[in-house]
């Protein structure tokens, strides 16, 4: 059981997950005095909306607690900013956190991701195999709300693909022709791998652990889908984004001849 950190899990009858373990918002009223951000600050570093997309027709891993107080997609020693360069520069804390505190949000990591690898283990034991859509979202413009983003350089979907086992390349090779056949916002998709972000904590350790049996594959949408500073959302393309991740389960039914019915 996690301490500080809330979550929601909810099980469905497939082979599948969706994860958005960046959405959270909620900071425990116990440290809550210690914080040093505001809620804007906070939210511009959070994946807003990220949970909504992740409300598909798999089983979902949603986090609640926000990433300043536990980052489940970093290493326990990296998992709570005690230092600005852990966290784009900004001071997280007015005050150090207590020692027990920082002790207590280490061992939530430890119980969650033990928990995590149990209800992934469950889904092989049952269906033989298993998918994480790991969902997350970034920021391009870092300059101020003006800057022209760099397309380039940040690409509308990057997917973190680095840490994926070679066996289950060609389900990936075949989610992103499927995608780049797709429109977003009524525009083609400029999906690139591994261009901002190859993968997280939670890709690393799965896809290493686990590799035999599925995969991870992170998502991230670059937030046209809202204002980034001001996290005022746009409705339509939240759930253009969501269309779009339930559109590619058709791949994961195909590749793994699974019938969803």
Known sequence: MAKFTKYFIKENNSPFWAFAIHDGHQIDEQIAPFLNLNDTE??????????????????????????????????????????????WGLNVWKLDLPEDIVTELYLDHENIYKEIEELIQATIDRFGFFVILDIH????????????????KNPQINLGTAYISEKWKPLVQELVAYIRK????????????????????????????????????SFEFRKDFMDEWTGT???????????????????????FHYDAG
């Open 182 to 217: 797709e429109n977003l916002y009524g525009e083609p998709i400029d999906i690139q791998e591994n261009i901002k972000f190859k993968g997280g904590y939670l890709s690393q350790l799965i896809n290493k652990k686990l590799a035999a049996h599925g995969c991870v594959i």
């Open 42 to 87: 906070r939210l511009r570093e959070e994946d807003p909306f990220t949970s909504v997309m992740a409300e598909l027709p798999m089983n979902q891993f949603i986090v609640g607690s926000s990433r300043f107080q536990l980052d489940l997609n970093r290493t326990i020693n990296d998992s709570v900013y005690l230092r600005p360069e852990q966290a």
């Open 233 to 255: 959302p746009d409705l339509h393309k939240i759930v253009a984004c969501k269309q779009l991740l339930m559109n590619s389960i058709q791949v994961l039914n195909h590749y």
């Open 137 to 152: 979202s970034y920021n391009a413009k870092r300059e101020g709300p003006e800057e022209v983003v760099d397309t380039i």
